[in-house]
């Protein structure tokens, strides 16, 4: 492809995003295809000579388009959103144009320096307390890893990273019953074992129990095991339950333990005053993550981490071959020493352009409305006869079953449940997903997405009713 053609096609394919955002209401929320279909229709071999542009593009509407879950719909109401707005795709776009890979400084000083800055703004925005540095990961999951491998070697003198486990470390990671399911897959990769991880128990609110957790410290202490780290968590994932960080940072501050926060969807409502409370005890915090690719309007990946001891970090992950090494190492941030991977793409710049675009206030305006979405949602929910909320609703994710009069038995309700969320999912109109509650189907509603309106979700509303009263019980 020539430049010329790649203008005209590119032209062409701006006014092909811009028309599928208005128009993307028309798509059924969740694809409705069936396993196999996208493949079966693929050549199976790759092509000899080259095709052109015009042909393979409109295979993709005929052959891909269909296979699309629409992410960026209105009525995504599942799992946490992952949204892209206007300008983190333009920034996504320059990215890919200049195709920078940002390893190090060198290798493009403005993807460092605007990384360092744009990490700065967002610790100012979440109110994190002066101390903490930022860098952009990959993902929540790999954050995880970045802290708890960070943890590991603090704690054993980096001596790990030299000559690995010497089978006597024994150390334990706690995290509550609720925590991401990233954890479990960090511990395991960190090379602790998942046995290693305990899952504390929750309160009725399914956020941790501290006392559970001292209690487990102490019995481990007892039995002569190393406790490591403390994942908390604000905003899990089955229902945004937060954990009270600054009993948790308490005890983990009595036994000198490593202290992570997972704020991957509920920290982008720190950016409201209101919801600072949940970070009342993050001077006991070591390493803090969330993501503005869920809540924030930045095209995925873009995860923030951030991290008390950079020293720490980046002798946890620092290799210098002659061939990496520039006269401004001693000045600069080389990210490749920051995580795990050597090479990086220019994510600052879409980060940059969702912060410089809406603001401060924008923003807040947008993650305002969400809540307030939910918590009308929420209402609804509790004031139905026959329907239930099976957890509280802090921020915009409504948990809740269809629970008619004289249903006593729990396995019918699961059922009952499944069936309903399958079934307005078939509508194509609505995308649910659920989750388990104390071992009950729940029904989960986000209603977090960049364009949902309220009467999106009052026809949501509408149809999950409809829909369960059609049900056979
Ligand atoms: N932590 C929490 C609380 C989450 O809800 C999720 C994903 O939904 C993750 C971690 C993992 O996020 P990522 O996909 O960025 O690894």
Not at 21 to 47: D, H
Not at 257 to 275: K, M, N, R, S
Request: with cysteine; aromatic share 10%.
């Amino acid at each position: 492809m020539d430049n010329n053609e790649f203008r005209t096609q590119a032209h062409r394919l701006v006014d092909w995003m811009a028309d599928y955002w208005e128009n993307v209401e028309k798509y059924p929320v969740m694809s409705p295809v069936s396993p196999g279909e996208i493949k079966k229709q693929l050549p199976q071999e790759p092509p000899h000579e080259g095709i052109s542009f015009d042909k393979t593009f409109a295979d993709f509407e005929k052959i891909i388009m269909p296979g699309v879950t629409h992410w960026q719909h209105p009525s995504f109401f599942a799992y946490f959103p992952s949204n892209a707005t206007p300008p983190s795709i333009l920034g996504e776009m320059l990215a890919s144009a200049l195709a920078v890979q940002g390893m190090i400084w060198q290798t493009s000083p403005s993807a460092a320096e605007l990384e360092e800055i744009v990490m700065k703004w967002l610790a100012r925005m979440i109110g994190l307390p002066d101390g903490f540095e930022g860098v952009i990961q990959d993902t929540a999951s790999t954050a995880g890893l970045v802290s708890l491998l960070t943890a590991r070697e603090k704690k054993s003198d980096f001596q790990i990273n030299r000559h690995g486990f010497s089978g006597n470390e024994k150390f334990i990671v706690y995290s509550s019953a609720e925590t991401h399911s990233s954890i479990e897959k960090d511990v395991k990769i960190a090379g602790f074992g998942s046995d290693n991880l305990r899952k504390i128990e929750v309160d009725d609110n399914f956020a941790m129990i501290p006392e559970k957790l001292a209690e487990a410290i102490q019995e481990d202490l007892n039995n002569g095991l190393t406790p490591l780290a403390v994942i908390a968590t604000l905003g899990t994932t089955g229902s945004t339950a937060i954990d009270p960080l600054k009993e948790i940072g308490e005890i983990c501050r009595r036994h000198d333990i490593w202290l992570h926060v997972d704020a991957a969807f509920g920290g982008t409502a720190l950016i409201l005053p209101e919801f600072r409370y949940m970070i009342d005890g993050i001077d006991k915090v070591d390493t803090f993550v969330f993501n503005p690719h869920k809540w924030l309007g930045v095209n995925f990946d873009c995860t923030a981490y951030f991290v008390r001891d950079k020293g720490a970090l980046i002798r946890t992950f620092e290799i210098m071959p002659e061939y990496l090494k520039t006269g401004q190492d001693a000045v600069v941030n080389n990210y490749r020493d920051w995580g795990i991977q050597l090479g990086r793409r220019f994510r600052a710049l879409k980060l940059w352009f969702v912060l410089s675009s809406y603001g401060i206030s924008g923003l807040q305006k947008i993650i305002r409305r969400h809540i307030e979405i939910g918590q009308w949602l929420k209402n609804q929910v509790d004031a139905a006869h026959d329907f239930e909320l099976l957890a509280p609703v802090p921020f915009n994710l409504v948990c809740f079953r269809y629970h008619p009069d004289g249903i006593k038995d729990e396995n019918r309700l699961d059922n009952l449940n499944a069936r309903l969320v399958d079934a307005v999912n078939a509508t194509g109109k609505i995308f649910l997903t659920h989750t388990k509650l104390k071992g009950r189907y729940t029904v989960r509603l986000v209603a977090g997405q960049y364009r949902v309106e309220k009467r999106h979700v009052e026809t949501a509303w509408d149809l999950i009713r409809e829909t369960a009263s059609k049900l056979t019980v």
